[in-house]
């Protein structure tokens, strides 16, 4: 019997649709997959390379459960110099993978009877997180039209809200939050004694925009956990590697976590990160490029169908209104039985999304026109 831990979340749809997708193609059916949030790009040859390196060379035993010193370190200058973070090397604790960074966090800050405020629509997981630790999230309307950015946020705090969870860019929505909007929620965490949980893994995913980091804002350093990794940006989503940077106090709670649990990230991957970090940067920008062309060419090619999508700023997914014909869950179920296109029902990332399925376009241009066409024949 599953603990009433357990019971309080649901299977990842994002998982859920991949693994049926997957199960078609395993029967021969070709099946265009926009489900899951992976870039489809190698890794670039010199993050490996350092990895192998390091893995040859006999780094292959316990790694210190906050991470390799130089990686750390790495990390550090990286959050000076790009997010204008006033943080250290003992600010930051490397983790396997973004998600367990935040599961961490949501388990250290979070009591029963908490609430964490989610701008809706979320990433799936937020959710999940929040309810393991045995908390409550509060949704917070956005608005479509604007980039799906949030508004009356103070609406919605409450004397249980302990935390404010912000991912620009964002997962579903591709939304991204500019200097006033930041500021804004600043403000609140400031005058209502909040934390705030900042998810910033697609930051270098930007499409004319620029990104900023709401812990460099006056008064936010110790009360923002930034959380950031190599999964999206250098195409890494195969070696587990996050990070958590934060007030000293925080990453000792986190570090509780890690190592009665997972311990810490692989040894050799790390050095694989620093490399990410210090070396060539022309894969990330010539990703983005490409993640640019696919984003024009599916949003345009929804919206001459009929199916109303706004440009994303940010990440690789497009939140797509099907409403014309039907709600998400129907046409996704549509989509992936009748013209073998799997799209995420956007119900699976808030009460807002049930009229939204989301498409990762993390796929080639070819097979994104081929879709296109399939949608066009399944619902016109």
Request: glycine share 8%.
């Amino acid at each position: 019997m599953a603990s009433s831990r357990l019971a309080r979340v649901a299977e990842s749809p994002t998982i859920r649709i991949a693994n049926i997708a997957n199960k078609l193609k395993h029967d021969g059916i070709d099946v265009i997959s926009f489900s899951l949030g992976e870039p489809d790009f190698d890794t670039p040859r010199h993050i490996s390379d350092a990895a192998c390196k390091a893995l040859y060379s006999g780094e292959t035993h316990y790694s210190p459960s906050p991470g390799i010193n130089p990686l750390r370190e790495a990390i550090a200058k990286k959050l000076q110099t790009e997010n204008n973070l006033n943080l250290d090397a003992s600010n930051v604790m490397v983790t396997p993978g973004a998600k367990q960074a935040i599961f961490e966090v949501m388990m250290s800050v979070l009591d029963d009877g908490d609430e964490a405020i989610l701008f809706d629509p979320a990433w799936v997981s937020y959710e999940p997180c929040i309810k393991f630790a045995g908390a409550n999230p509060e949704w917070v309307p956005t608005d479509p039209e604007n980039g799906f950015l949030p508004y009356d946020i103070g609406d919605h705090i409450t004397d249980k809200t302990r935390l404010i969870v912000v991912n620009s860019p964002c997962n579903p929505t591709g939304g991204v939050f500019g200097k006033d909007k930041l500021k804004e929620i600043a403000d609140l965490a400031i005058d209502h004694n909040l934390l705030v949980l900042s998810d910033e893994i697609y930051e270098k995913i930007l499409y004319d925009e620029k990104h900023y980091s709401i812990g460099a804002i006056e008064g936010m350093q110790d009360r923002t956990i930034t959380v950031n990794g190599f999964s999206k940006s250098y195409a890494m989503t195969g070696w587990r590697l996050g990070y958590v940077a934060a007030n000293e106090n925080f990453l000792h709670d986190f570090q509780k976590i890690q190592s009665h649990s997972v311990s810490s990230a692989t040894t050799f991957a790390q050095y694989g990160a620093i490399e990410a970090l210090e070396g060539d940067q022309q894969p990330v920008e010539d990703m983005v490029a490409e993640f640019r062309q696919r984003r024009d060419i599916l949003v345009d090619g929804l919206n001459d169908i009929g199916i109303h999508c706004s440009r994303p700023k940010g990440a690789f997914y497009a939140f797509a209104d099907v409403s014309e014909y039907g709600n998400g869950e129907e046409i996704a179920e549509k989509l992936l039985s009748d013209a073998h296109v799997a799209a995420t029902p956007g119900s699976a990332f808030g009460p807002s999304g049930n009229n939204f399925v989301r498409l990762s376009y993390a796929i080639s241009q070819e097979r994104i026109r081929e879709a296109l066409e399939r949608i066009e024949n399944c619902l016109l």
